[in-house]
């Protein structure tokens, strides 16, 4: 796929490949984005793969597909999963299986027919008390590698009501796009996945 | 969790790996633009939000991811401090006085255990708000330093823009308080207007009380009663009217009338909200709204009220409807008395609706009760009549009470109700002749005000006097000529009138009631209020006098003829 897609968020435009990490305030504003972000995929046919960190917002999401009025086939459109099964699989964090996980859904994803990606993930388990949760800056810089060579496009939400600024600083730093209040913040001199794994390997 | 969540380690302990000099300094600036970046996130960040401590806590905990220095906390022109981190270390006593010294610019503060520490102003356009201070191990590099003094830059303009939304805030929920009593306020008046728009029509339109009660009723949502000054229902709108209707104790209701004209406002009486309409001393009307819950509001008691206006206004119709047919009643009555032509009399009747074709008479009533008002003694004999079921046309005539009737009932029981009604007291009634035709009624009220005055003077016992049953002294009162009366008069008891006239005594009064008595010593005693022996005394005298023997029948007869006749010559005399 060439040219933008639509992310439904604030008529913000995103190349293919994008990974773009979004901050937001308490779970009305959080929904907005799912919502239009999500809606804006299923209306458009897209594979939509998304993590929420809780029971009931994952119920109210399998809603949505009901409420796109647009042409998508919907049926198996919209995968949704907690952090337990993704995230903290087995307890704790891993880079490398996280960064399996969404390489083996977006290629399940175009075995279904599906030509285009929308992954989605709810950032606040890296808050809990578990292992590997420390490697979450190193994973959204490695996890650039992934989208840049899939037709796909990323969206980490952060709640800064429970994120501090040093992580603000810290993803801000490590992203080449950050959504911030409707804006979209291009960061040409991001520490990319490289450089980013060279610092952290030395 | 709040902001002083920390970051994962990743960025924050980036270092970097032995590289060639253009490398590092590729590296090195590409990490100050990226912090820039940073930097213009959570400037973007702070501006948006309008919660001071949120700019605070993000601004002090953004610092880590910026350099190695740190945000110690804010020191505000108020004198406040809000700190940055909450590290346990202790804030200098005499920071605050360093940071006046600064006034409005930066320069460097001594904060214990910390190799540099600086205070920044935070300005806003309005002036300085405050300091923020910052420490680190070392001295910051330049970028660092520069990186500080943006940082507290935009922390200033943010908290300035925060204060200004908190006042704005403010200013609006005071609007808004504002705004919510000026729509009460418009509602209340808006009822208030549409109250008075309901009564006012009520008033112009002639529903009278039932219509007041009904047009309250229907404002209020409350049963409504109205009643009279003695508790009587007038008028009832609403559910729940009780039957019997309740009416107080005489006293009860005297003590609630008293303090409904004391307190001149809705009064609550048990279930009730009561307030008196009284357009005249004399003139009560009782509203009530009937409100057992204790629901009513203030536009409940602005409807009581003017529901009341309304009613004194309809009391007052009302009592002027009365008084003028009263005061049309009495011109007449007073025309009848004094003579008048049968037609007009008869006209004027009719159109008070009084049938005076009939035979009518004249009744005076002369009353003395603990009260020596007029209209007392004249709604006296109004009620009396009332009680002895007998219409009539009342006036008062020369201190007295004359009434114009058809009827004909017992006189003494009339009496006797109007000294009741009087609360005691004495009263006397004579009764005139009937008048074919209302021309002939002042012939009537004469024959009334003549028998008024003899049964005073000469029929003891006797309390109410009807002229047709006089005898004798009607024949007397009807001779033109009255020349040989009193002639015969002056032959029997001219000595007698002459020692009377002489000594101011009562001989002539003394014979005629021993005469009147058949010569009863105790009854006549008693009817002079003198002792028996005074009597005797006075007889013994009477006869050393005349020279009469008062045993002898024929001298007995003519001496009872002459006391009558001289009687009727007074009561004739008063007369005129």
Same mark, same amino acid.
């Given at each position: ?202 | ?16 790996? *032995? ?209 009279? =000054? ?43 909200? $009561? ?8 003139? $009560? ?29 309809? %009391? ?26 049968? #037609? ?32 007392? %003694? ?21 201190? !007295? ?44 009220? =004469? ?18 006097? #009807? ?11 009807? $001779? ?61 005298? $009477? ?9 002898? *029948?024929?001298?007995?007869? !003519? ?18």
């Amino acid at each position: 796929m060439t040219g933008t897609v639509s992310s439904g968020i604030d008529e913000i435009d995103l190349q293919p490949g994008s990974h773009v990490c979004a901050f937001y305030r308490g779970d009305s504003d959080r929904d907005r984005l799912l919502t239009g972000y999500l809606g804006a995929g299923l209306t458009a046919g897209d594979k939509c793969i998304c993590v929420v960190d809780s029971a009931y917002t994952a119920k109210r999401l399998e809603l949505l597909p009901r409420t796109c009025g647009g042409p998508g086939p919907f049926d198996g459109q919209l995968d949704i999963h907690l952090p337990e099964s993704t995230y903290l699989a087995g307890g704790e964090f891993t880079t490398s299986d996280m960064l399996t996980f969404w390489t083996e859904s977006m290629v399940k994803a175009e075995i279904e027919g599906f030509t285009f990606c929308r992954l989605v993930g709810e950032m606040t388990w890296a808050l809990r008390d578990a292992p590997g949760v420390e490697h979450l800056v190193g994973y959204e810089s490695e996890l650039n590698r992934v989208t840049s060579s899939y037709p796909v496009i990323v969206l980490c939400l952060y709640d800064l009501d429970l994120f501090s600024g040093e992580v603000v600083v810290n993803i801000v730093k490590t992203h080449p796009q950050v959504l911030v209040q409707g804006i979209l913040v291009e960061n040409p001199y991001y520490v990319g996945p490289d450089e980013f794994l060279r610092s952290a390997h030395a | 969790m709040t902001a002083e969540q920390t970051a994962p380690s990743g960025v924050a302990a980036m270092t970097t790996m *032995p590289t060639r000099p253009d490398e590092a300094a590729d590296a090195n600036l590409r990490e100050r633009l990226g912090e820039f970046r940073a930097l213009l996130v959570i400037s973007l960040l702070m501006t948006e939000s309008v919660d001071e401590d949120q700019i605070l806590e993000l601004a002090a905990s953004s610092a880590p991811g910026l350099g190695p220095w740190r945000i110690d906390g804010y020191g505000f022109t108020d004198g406040s401090w809000r700190p940055g981190i909450d590290d346990g270390t202790p804030i200098p006593s005499d920071l605050a006085g360093q940071l006046v010294s600064l006034g409005n610019g930066a320069g460097i503060v001594e904060l214990p255990g910390r190799g540099w520490a600086w205070a920044f102003p935070l300005r806003s356009v309005s002036g300085l708000l405050g300091h923020l201070v910052a420490s680190c191990e070392r001295e910051p590099s330049a970028e660092e330093r520069f990186l500080i003094q943006v940082i507290a830059q935009q922390t200033g303009v943010a908290v300035s823009n925060a204060r200004l939304h908190a006042r704005e805030r403010a200013t609006a929920a005071e609007l808004a308080v504002t705004n919510a009593a000026l729509a009460e306020t418009v509602t209340n008046l808006q009822r208030s207007m549409d109250i008075h728009e309901r009564l006012t029509r009520v008033a112009v339109s002639g529903e009278g009380q039932p219509g007041i009660a009904k047009a309250l009723h229907e404002l209020t949502g409350m049963p409504v009663a109205i009643e009279d =000054r003695y508790g009587n229902l007038s008028a009832w709108a609403g559910r729940g009217k009780p039957d019997p209707y309740p009416k107080e104790s005489f006293a009860k209701r005297e003590h609630l009338l008293r303090r409904l004209m004391r307190d001149s406002k809705p009064v609550r009486d048990g279930e009730r909200l $009561i307030l008196l309409a009284s357009p005249r001393p004399d003139v $009560i009307g009782v509203l009530a709204l009937v409100d057992p819950q204790r629901r009513a509001d203030n536009a409940d008691l602005v409807a009581l009220e003017h529901g009341a206006t309304v009613l004194s206004m309809e %009391l007052a119709r009302l009592r002027g409807i009365a008084d003028t047919e009263l005061r049309l009643r009495r011109d007449l009555v007073h025309d009848l008395l004094a003579g008048t032509d049968d #037609e007009s009399a008869q006209a004027r009747a009719e159109a008070l609706d009084y049938d005076l074709r009939r035979p009518h008479r004249v009744v005076v009533i002369e009353g003395k009760g603990r009260s020596r008002a007029h209209d007392d %003694l004249l709604s006296a004999v109004r009620r009396a009549m009332r009680q002895v079921r007998q219409a009539g046309l009342f006036e008062t005539w020369s201190g !007295n009470v004359a009434v114009v009737t058809a009827g004909q009932t017992d006189w003494e029981k009339l009496r006797r109700l109007i000294v009741s009604d009087l609360g005691g007291g004495q009263c006397h009634i004579g009764v005139g002749g009937s008048c074919a035709r209302p021309s002939e009624l002042p012939r009537s009220l =004469r024959e009334a005000g003549l028998a008024l005055r003899l049964q005073k003077t000469l029929l003891p016992g006797s309390n109410a006097c #009807e002229y047709p049953k006089l005898g004798i002294f009607r024949m007397l009162a009807a $001779i033109p000529d009255l020349t040989d009366v009193d002639k015969f008069v002056r032959e029997w008891l001219g000595s007698l009138l002459d020692y009377d006239a002489r000594r101011k005594a009562e001989l002539v009064r003394t014979l005629t009631q021993y005469l009147e008595h058949g010569g009863n010593y105790e009854a006549t005693a008693a009817e002079l209020s003198v002792h028996k022996s005074t009597l005797k005394y006075r007889l013994q005298r $009477i006869r050393d006098l005349t020279g009469l023997e008062l045993n002898n *029948p024929d001298v007995h007869f !003519n001496l009872q003829l002459a006391t009558r006749a001289w009687g009727t010559l007074q009561a004739l005399r008063d007369e005129r």
